[in-house]
Structures are given as C-alpha cells and as structure tokens.
C-alpha cells in the first residue's frame, strides 16, 4: 500500500464542482423568463410531455403527402387535425419524437409535418414544440440523407475528426428536412459484448467514448451552445448512466456498479460531452442496484445539474416513468412515479401514447408534492432548449421545401439552403470514413491485398443484404427496411456488388448460401437449404471450383435494444457450418464480419487466411470494403473492444490483474487467465509502422499536496499539486517503414504499478491518429495533465497517489515516479 501524502480527506461534496457548463447568455435568459411568466401550470406541465408522432397521427392513403393550408386539411393526411388540436391545446404538448408511419421520409414530408406541428403548437401554446428523432448514424431517418458507419465503428477509427464531420453533416441533413433535436450521440461505455446496444457505442473504453463522443457532440451542435446556427441541431446524449454494465446482458436489465466505478468512468463520457456544450441527455432505462436511474435524484440533480452546473435538459426514454411503478415496483401507481422521476430531476417524460401526465402532474403541483419551483425549473430548461436551437424565430422553421405562390424572390427555400443533401460529396466522405473504421484482424501469408484479376467467389448471408450493412435505426427501427429503400434509391452498392464492381463482374461469382429470415423482428433466424452447398444443382460446387478466393460474408441480421438480445454470443451454427464446409475446397478464406458486437468464431478462425471486421459500415461499407481488399485504400482501424474467444469469457483491457495472471502459488496454484481471440486496439494494415524513442520529455514538479473534494473532475484530485496547465509530456517515433501509405492509430496507455486500491493493468489516456507516407518518420505528442492518473477513492474523491506509473506506446515503454 503507498504511503499517501494527503492532510485529511473531506466527505463527498460539492464544492469541487466546475464552473458553468455553458456560459449563459443574458439574452436567452431573459427570453426565459419572459415565456415562463405568461404560463399556468396547465401550460408548464404540458411543456414537460413528449408525445410519439402516432399520437397525433392517421394513416394517409396519399403516398405520404401532407398539406399545411389549414388544420382542417390535415384530417385526409398524415395528421389527424382532432388529435393535434388536442394534443396541444388541451394538453400543451411541449415535444413530439419519432418518425411518421414508423419508416424514413422524404424531406418534404418532414418539412411539412415538422412545420404544420410547430404552427400548431405556436398557435394553441405560445410555443413551438420540439421535435425529436433518433439521428445515429446521419440522418437515418431521412429518405436518401448520407448515413455513415455506425458508432462502434466510428470508435474503430479512432480518428476524432471522423465523428465531428459526421455531426456535421447529420445536423444538416437533418436542419434540411427541420429536424432540430437528435438523440445522439450514444455513450454508453460496453462493458459486456452480449449486450444488444453494443454496436451503439464507441466502444468498451470510456476514454474513447468520451473524445468520440464530444467531438460529435461539437459537430451536431456547433461551437455556441447558445444560439445554434441553420446547420446545427441539438444533441442529446444517451443514456444516462452504465447503460452499457448490464449484469445480465440483456438491455434495460440491471446494473451493479459502486458509486466510486460510476464516477471514474460511466460518468466522464458524459461530464466531457457536457462540458462540451451538450444541451440534453436521455436517461438509462435500468436500475443500478435496485435504484431505477430515473428516480435517483443523486445522480441526476446532484451529479449532473448541480455537481456540474449544468443547465440543459432531462428526458426520460420511452415511457419509463411507467416502469417505475409497472416493472421496478418503487412507485405504487403511475401518479407516484411521476412525482418520484420529477422530484428526482427528470424535466421532461417521454410519455408516448398517454397524456396522463400532463394531468397526474397538474394533481401533484396542488396537492404540494411537487414543489412548483421544480416545475419552473423543468420549464426553464426546455425553454431554454427551445430558444438555443432557435424555435423561437418563426424564421428557422417557417421555410417551404420549394418554391410556393406568393413567395418572395429573397426568401429562400430548403432546396436551396441545403444544396449539399444526400449529395456526391458527402458520399466520398463516408466511403473514406468506412475504410478507416474497418480492422484487418488477420493476414495469414500475406493473402490481402488481392490482385487484379483474381476470381471470387463470394457468400454468406451478409454478401448482398444492406440491412446488417447498416444495423438498426437506419430507416426503421429495426432496421429491416434498408435493403429495400437502399435498392430502391438505388446508389449504393452491397458487398457483393462493390467486389463485383472491383474486380469485373466476370471474375466475381456470389452464392449466398445462407439467409436470414427478413421479417422485421426475426433477425436472429438464419434459414438455410438441405444441401449446405447445393443451389440448383452443383451451380454453387462449380462457382467454387472456378474461384480463385472465396469471401464468406458472414455475422448478424440488424436488431435494435431488447430485440437484439442473445444467450449466447457464438455465431449461428450454419454460418460456422458454412465456413467450414468451404474450407473442403482447398481455396484460401478470407472472413468478412458484419456485426454489431463480437460473435465467437473460434471454430473457423483457423481455417480462414485473413479475417476483416466490417463492423456495421452502412450503405457504403461495399465500396469501402471492396477498396481495401484491392489494396487501392489501407486499413488503419483497431478494435474499440476487447474480441473474446469464448462464450462466458469476457475480459476487458482494463481489467483488474487477478483476472488473467496467476494468482497463487504451492498445492492451491490456479490461474485466473482469460483468453482472447484478439485484444482492444488489435488490428493491422499493409504497412510496417514501427515505435521507436519512447520518452517522457516532459515531467511537472510538485508544488505541495492538498486536500480531496467532491470528485467531478480529476482537475480537483487531492494529492501531489502541480502548477496550472503544467503536463506530462510524451513523445514517440512513428516510422513507416513500407511502400504504401497509412494512417496509424497511435494509442498512450498508462498503468499505476501500486495504488490503495487494486488499479487497472492499463488505461489509455491519450490516442491519436497520424498519416505517414512512404519511408515517413513523425514524432507524436502527447500532453496529459498529471490530475489524469487520479482515481476515485471508496469515499467518491478523485485521488493522485505518489509512486511509480509505467506509459507504453505500441511495443515501447517508460517508467517515471510522481513524487
């Protein structure tokens, strides 16, 4: 145990909490409370509802056409002009989420309702609503919008522009179709691979989650929190908090993570991304042993609003005021549970079909058990939401898709503003984004890049399928409308097709052998023939014999939150199957992944010459993939996760060390070793990069100790002080040493060798990305503020103990002491 330098330790407080989140602006705030005053509580309550589009929605027989002349016309449309009037002014409805008629629509239509909904409500209200949509990987809900590679692969990139210029762009396809609030980004740190949200993710670190995360969050939203621009939208971040940790694997199940683990890593993704700017978060749809989050008023008013103080918003996710009460049995009716999940800080509910809120909430105020001070809290800050994104200038969401009569020349319409949508250069962009979040796990012999001229055969059930090119929310919300509408907007191509395109459609034959069962929530049935190898005949044995390679497509159908959840995570037995009945033929296998979380392939691992992760790319993950196979783009990602080899043996790479070295020694010896099929940041190019004078250059002297405080930032850790600003500064050689280009994810671990409590083997403290040219040679940098190496202690306080650390940077290493 080290010798610690500390005076005393206070008790958990608050007094260490950061400065203000967003700088208010005076202006807005007035605005606020201007608003504010003109409400009755009936108006305050009904700011606090989130109601889901189908609320307020009838089916059209009018190929999605709405018309917005007049409330009236909207009875033959989209919308059901009854329900939107009493939605709004009966109840006044503050938000609506989703998307109409449960599938991705033109943004015409988008404009339309988005518009018709928010002259409705500025009408009966006095306030726009807002509006809301699960944008995760572009905007996916928007018919022919760029979507990009999912979260999980953007985290396999480990390149932090790649996540900031997808914000970008999702904000302004969504602006263009005035779309004005995405639930996005998600960071939920994924500690277990089962887990059916994996792929929603940057990853198992939440280091990694944090940069990625923060740096979207900058992309959607812009560089002034307070008054978003045309080309911005407000994020809201997901889900509040270890959603990831699940125990079970299972989504929405429990969670048992201490308070001290809470903070030091569930926690940060979410301080950064707020620091950052975020103006919301949603919250997780768990509990964290026996506490549901969404009444736990530590978490949400002391940590958050009050530790960093924090004035954005706080909504709930679909309907889980209604669990507590009908699933966690905290609450005895739903009336009990909203004034828990409001007492607790939650300032608007997602509450999709009912407006019992509105209602139960209104009984709550006057009865005294829900003080109105909390009320004009909540609406201060969805108000405040509301003004930031701009909805309170008529000018930002009043706009014709096209030209109408009567319109002047100088006003201009979404076409015109957004000229760039869906557009040629935003499509070269994701092709360039999905090469670098692909990871070559193996390259037996060198069998990758394959020539020119090469024959393929080429297979599996994720061959010709942009469904599990593009995993969930892409388009619906399971996803399994994407092969459709990808096909018929008709641009992009599958695997197949791209390899087809590559190589000449002559020397590329495809099978798929395997299929899965497409309907909407089946995703994990594969369905495959009698004769694994037969397809009219001995077609498929001649398309075999005649190939030169064979490329088995293999992985997972798209899911989405609880429907995705598994019980086991080897992968389905006639895909292994498959894999190995193609091996019979003597051809070399090259394995291509598709898949949101690490299915077990230790069977076939070995009979396959190169293995190439995918992840979920989406709808230009073909192109991507077909470049690199060809050599004409080099692979550069790493695995976001650890890969594990067997099911029932997960390990993360920040592990504790009894869980894989020896740990006794004499009659009782045993071993805790957990193997892996391949370790977090594993992946390899066509390129050699070698590390080569590792050192710390730079070390701050220590100025004193001091005191532990509440622990919201490492900024306030207790222990040895340094001077402000003053860093830990390391640097290495990175050489490529080959003929090809490459772009070299250069990653910083650091490990504390002994601290009061048993520290992780490692945690990565610093990342970077690097292009290196041929015979290249650049010296990275990394600066890390020495509050960094702290951790949370039992009593919740981030602690800097004096004593030994050892950095390594790919094979080279440093020790230094921090005295």
């Known amino acids: 145990m080290k010798k610690l330098l500390f005076i005393s330790l206070l008790a958990f407080s608050f007094t260490g909490a950061s400065a203000q989140a967003i700088k208010q602006d005076p202006q807005v705030e007035a605005q606020v409370e201007a608003l504010l005053s003109k409400m009755t509580l009936e108006d305050k309550v009904g700011q606090m509802c989130e109601l889901a589009i189908d609320k307020v929605a009838q089916k059209s027989s009018d190929d999605h056409v709405i018309s917005n002349k007049s409330m009236q016309s909207l009875a033959g449309g989209m919308l059901s002009a009854e329900k939107v009037n009493e939605a709004f002014s009966t109840y006044r409805v503050?938000?609506?989420?989703?998307?109409?008629?449960?599938?991705?629509?033109?943004?015409?239509?988008?404009?339309?309702?988005?518009?018709?909904?928010?002259?409705?409500?500025?009408?009966?209200?006095?306030?726009?609503?807002?509006?809301?949509?699960?944008?995760?990987?572009?905007?996916?809900?928007?018919w022919g919008a760029t979507l990009f590679p999912q979260e999980v692969s953007q985290g396999a990139s480990f390149n932090k522009n790649i996540p900031y210029r997808i914000g970008q762009i999702t904000a302004y396809e969504s602006r263009a179709s005035l779309i004005p609030w995405v639930y996005s980004p998600v960071m939920d740190v994924a500690r277990s691979p089962l887990w059916s949200r994996m792929w929603e993710s940057f990853g198992e670190d939440w280091h990694v989650n944090a940069v990625m995360a923060s740096q979207l969050t900058r992309g959607l939203q812009g560089d002034d929190p307070n008054h978003l621009g045309m080309n911005n939208v407000a994020a809201c971040l997901k889900h509040y908090l270890a959603y990831g940790a699940v125990i079970s694997g299972k989504d929405r199940t429990p969670s048992s993570v201490?308070?001290?683990?809470?903070?030091?890593?569930?926690?940060?993704?979410?301080?950064?991304?707020?620091?950052?700017?975020?103006?919301?978060?949603?919250?997780?749809?768990?509990?964290?042993?026996?506490?549901?989050?969404?009444?736990?008023?530590?978490?949400?008013?002391?940590?958050?609003?009050?530790?960093?103080?924090?004035?954005?918003?706080?909504?709930?996710?679909?309907?889980?005021?209604?669990?507590?009460?009908?699933?966690?049995?905290?609450?005895?009716?739903?009336?009990?549970?909203?004034?828990?999940?409001?007492?607790?800080?939650?300032?608007?509910?997602?509450?999709?079909?009912?407006?019992?809120?509105?209602?139960?909430?209104?009984?709550?105020?006057?009865?005294?058990?829900?003080?109105?001070?909390?009320?004009?809290d909540a609406v201060r800050r969805i108000l405040r939401l509301k003004i930031r994104i701009g909805l309170m200038d008529r000018s930002t969401w009043d706009i014709p898709y096209e030209r109408v009569k009567g319109m002047k020349k100088k006003d201009k319409t979404l076409v015109e503003m957004y000229p760039d949508f869906g557009s040629e250069k935003f499509a070269q962009e994701a092709i360039s984004m999905a090469e670098e979040c692909m990871v070559?796990?193996?390259?037996?012999?060198?069998?990758?890049?394959?020539?020119?001229?090469?024959?393929?055969?080429?297979?599996?059930?994720?061959?010709?399928?942009?469904?599990?090119?593009?995993?969930?929310?892409?388009?619906?919300?399971?996803?399994?409308?994407?092969?459709?509408?990808?096909?018929?907007?008709?641009?992009?191509?599958?695997?197949y097709t791209a390899l087809a395109n590559k190589f000449g459609k002559d020397n590329v034959e495809f099978s798929e052998m395997v299929k899965y069962d497409m309907t909407p929530e089946m995703w994990r049935n594969d369905m495959q023939v009698p004769e694994i190898l037969i397809e009219d005949g001995n077609r498929t044995i001649d398309k075999i014999n005649r190939a030169d390679v064979i490329v088995a497509c293999i992985g997972e159908n798209s899911y989405c939150e609880t429907v995705g959840n598994i019980d086991d995570l080897t992968l389905s037995q006639n895909q292994l199957d498959m894999v190995k009945a193609l091996a019979q033929f003597g051809k070399p296998i090259i394995l291509v992944l598709n898949e949101g979380r690490p299915r077990i392939i230790a069977d076939i691992e070995p009979l396959a010459n190169a293995v190439v992760h995918t992840f979920l790319p989406s709808n230009y993950g073909g192109d991507a993939l077909a470049n690199l196979l060809a050599g004409d783009a080099n692979f550069s990602g790493r695995l976001p996760y650890t890969y594990p080899k067997y099911h029932g043996s997960f390990i993360t790479y920040d592990c504790k060390p009894a869980e894989f070295v020896e740990t006794m020694e004499g009659a009782y010896n045993y071993e805790a070793h957990t193997v892996v099929q391949w370790p977090f940041g594993h992946g390899l190019s066509y390129s050699d990069v070698k590390y080569t004078n590792f050192k710390l250059t730079h070390q701050p002297t220590t100025i004193g100790t001091a005191v532990a405080t509440c622990g919201f930032s490492p900024a306030t850790a207790g222990g040895p002080q340094f001077a402000e600003g003053d860093m830990l500064t390391f640097t290495v050689d990175v050489t490529n040493s080959s003929n090809r280009a490459v772009k070299e994810p250069v990653l910083l671990f650091v490990s504390d060798l002994v601290a009061t409590l048993t520290p992780d083997v490692k945690r990565l403290r610093a990342f970077d990305k690097v292009e290196l040219a041929p015979g290249e040679t650049k010296t990275v940098t990394f600066k890390v503020a020495p509050s960094d190496l702290s951790y949370v202690n039992e009593d919740i306080q981030w602690i800097l103990e004096p004593g030994q650390f050892r950095a390594t940077c790919g094979n080279e290493s440093v020790t230094f002491e921090i005295k």
Request: some cysteine; overall charge negative.
């Open 440 to 495: 070559l796990l193996k390259n037996k012999d060198n069998v990758l890049p394959l020539k020119q001229g090469s024959k393929l055969f080429v297979c599996g059930p994720n061959a010709d399928n942009f469904r599990p090119m593009n995993g969930g929310w892409s388009y619906t919300w399971q996803g399994h409308m994407a092969d459709s509408v990808c096909r018929a907007i008709g641009k992009y191509h599958t695997f």
């Open 258 to 376: 201490t308070y001290r683990e809470m903070m030091e890593k569930y926690f940060q993704p979410f301080r950064t991304c707020i620091e950052a700017g975020a103006l919301s978060f949603m919250v997780n749809s768990g509990n964290n042993s026996g506490m549901p989050f969404h009444a736990n008023h530590k978490l949400l008013t002391e940590w958050a609003k009050e530790g960093l103080n924090w004035d954005g918003m706080i909504v709930t996710d679909w309907a889980d005021i209604d669990n507590l009460w009908k699933r966690d049995h905290v609450a005895a009716n739903k009336k009990d549970a909203i004034c828990m999940a409001i007492n607790a800080g939650i300032d608007m509910t997602m509450d999709p079909y009912s407006t019992d809120f509105c209602t139960l909430l209104a009984e709550l105020v006057n009865e005294g058990r829900v003080p109105m001070s909390r009320i004009d």
């Open 94 to 142: 503050g938000s609506i989420l989703n998307v109409p008629e449960g599938i991705a629509q033109k943004p015409k239509v988008w404009a339309d309702v988005i518009r018709t909904l928010n002259s409705a409500s500025e009408f009966q209200c006095g306030v726009p609503e807002l509006y809301g949509v699960d944008e995760i990987h572009g905007a996916s809900y928007v």
